[in-house]
């Protein structure tokens, strides 16, 4: 095996030099550095990563702490942190916190022993252990997806990275009423996620926007799974005057919303509407196919490296909070008419978020739902 001094007397430089290039602990010209990789490629040189990182102190790894590996929108998350991370050079740890604030605590500290230079967290409900070990210990870390409120005096602790909730939201509640319904409900997610927060924010700003009064009895909370939404979706259709519309706010809601509403031969959108948070790859595929908001979920988890980095390199700045738009994503279970062939816009196609004023409503192609 090809050593550091092979490598140096092949480029005819020094170990130290080999050392800087590897490191990147001190400039190197970039004729000099050139010829050091090209020693490295016809040597087969293999850098000893536990060596380097007792020189550096990193170890040029990430710890990925985010809970249902297997939603999909987590999984694409996933897949934008690691393409940026192998961009730049580093490997990922990655763990399962289970939504559960003891185990979340637990797998934070674990990722921690095992050095890795900064981590990127999704918190759960209860973060408060979470928040308290990363600022104990001083760990560089990029809160994802979920946001945490920032103290009283205005100080943010952490830097994060998040799509908006609230304006999307109230953009599928303001698309339904202009369609003519007026009982539209929201099956929420788990209580006391930022997430759930802002789309419940989202949805009673859409009804507002509408002209439409807040009945409490039309939100259930299905707990961020398919299962807990199976059960919300059962609960408002036993209602004496159960919705017309429904606005789930995840996509492992949306299948459990769905699997109740094919148990009671219930058919979207002819029998019930519905519009999702979280647009998924199969979504166009369901007949009807999903009106649904799109995260940019890699987008997402990209820039939660891009942020790590940056507070690897500069630790001293402030903390910041950056917010990516989602996308509306028009197709039929809300009620609406296949767009013709040769219309000009495709069907599915996705239509940017801004914060300009709710639509206005659209032309009911059902007729007036009470």
Request: charged fraction near 20%; aromatic fraction near 4%; include cysteine.
């Amino acid at each position: 095996m090809a050593t550091m001094a092979d490598v140096a007397r092949s480029a005819g430089v020094s170990v130290a030099t080999v050392s800087h290039v590897l490191n990147g602990t001190r400039p190197v010209l970039p004729h000099t550095r050139q010829a050091v990789l090209a020693a490295m490629d016809e040597l087969g040189y293999t850098p000893n990563t536990l060596a380097r990182s007792l020189v550096t102190s990193r170890t040029r790894s990430i710890g990925l702490a985010v809970s249902a590996i297997s939603n999909p929108y987590f999984t694409e998350i996933l897949q934008g942190v690691e393409a940026a991370a192998l961009e730049q050079g580093y490997s990922l740890l990655i763990a399962d916190p289970h939504d559960d604030p003891v185990h979340e605590r637990k797998v934070v500290q674990l990722l921690h022993e095992r050095r890795v230079d900064g981590m990127i967290v999704a918190p759960s409900a209860d973060p408060r252990e979470l928040l308290a070990y990363l600022g104990r210990h001083k760990v560089p870390a990029v809160l994802l997806d979920r946001v945490v409120d920032s103290p009283a005096d205005g100080s943010q602790r952490f830097d994060q990275v998040c799509a908006d909730s609230a304006e999307p939201v109230a953009r599928l509640v303001t698309h339904l009423a202009g369609l003519g319904h007026r009982r539209i409900a929201l099956i929420a997610g788990l209580p006391g996620l930022s997430t759930t927060g802002e789309r419940l924010t989202g949805y009673r700003d859409g009804l507002a926007a509408a002209g439409l009064a807040h009945d409490e009895h039309l939100v259930v909370h299905g707990d961020s799974d398919s299962a807990g939404a199976e059960r919300a979706t059962a609960a408002l259709l036993s209602l004496a005057a159960p919705p017309t519309a429904l606005v789930t706010a995840n996509n492992a809601m949306t299948i459990g919303a769905l699997r109740a509403l094919r148990d009671r031969g219930l058919s979207v959108p002819d029998d019930i509407a519905l519009c999702c948070f979280d647009d998924f790859a199969w979504a166009d595929l369901f007949s009807p196919r999903l009106t649904a908001i799109a995260q940019p979920s890699r987008d997402i988890g990209a820039e939660a490296v891009r942020v790590l980095l940056d507070r690897l390199a500069s630790p001293d700045r402030p903390a910041r909070t950056v917010g990516l738009p989602c996308a509306f994503v028009h197709r039929t279970s809300c009620g609406c008419a296949e767009q013709p062939r040769g219309s000009g816009k495709p069907e599915g196609a996705a239509e940017p978020l801004t914060s300009a004023s709710p639509e206005q409503p659209l032309t009911s192609v059902k007729g007036t739902v009470s």
